[in-house]
Nanobody
Framework: QVQVTESGGGWVQAGGSLRLSCATSARTSSNNAMGWFRQAPGKEREFVASISWNGGSTIYADSVKGRFSVSKNRATAFLQMNALKPEDTALYYC?????????????????WGQGTQVTVAS
């Protein structure tokens, strides 16, 4: 079982920045894509960003493109979030992909963290 642990969430004013980190317990994550998803209260979980195993390919949801940046260092992933908006408020999850390639669907991921809360005040 691979453990996935997110950190870096918090409270920030609109326009501010946060950097989320995702640590995994297995070296195998170095060979897998990693993804970020979020879920706001009363809403479905949605895709945010994904990065391939070697960081060579990234994809983003349209709502965060140009503001968020995903990166990866072996088995650790990061999500740099700039120009935050109140609608970015959500519980952010990190997940380890089933393969080395990026993916938007939650089914493409096997191991999930417990999430880290991001709250953006207007």
């Amino acid at each position: 079982q691979v453990q996935v642990t997110e950190s870096g969430g918090g409270w920030v004013q609109a326009g501010g920045s946060l950097r989320l980190s995702c640590a995994t317990s297995a070296r195998t994550s170095s060979n897998n894509a990693m993804g970020w998803f979020r879920q706001a209260p009363g809403k479905e979980r949605e895709f945010v960003a994904s990065i391939s195993w070697n960081g060579g390919s990234t994809i983003y949801a349209d709502s965060v493109k140009g503001r968020f940046s995903v990166s990866k260092n072996r088995a650790t992933a990061f999500l740099q979030m700039n120009a935050l908006k109140p609608e970015d408020t959500a519980l952010y999850y990190c997940a380890v992909g089933r393969s080395s390639c990026t993916g938007r669907d939650s089914g493409a991921y096997t191991y999930w963290g417990q999430g880290t809360q991001v709250t953006v005040a207007s």
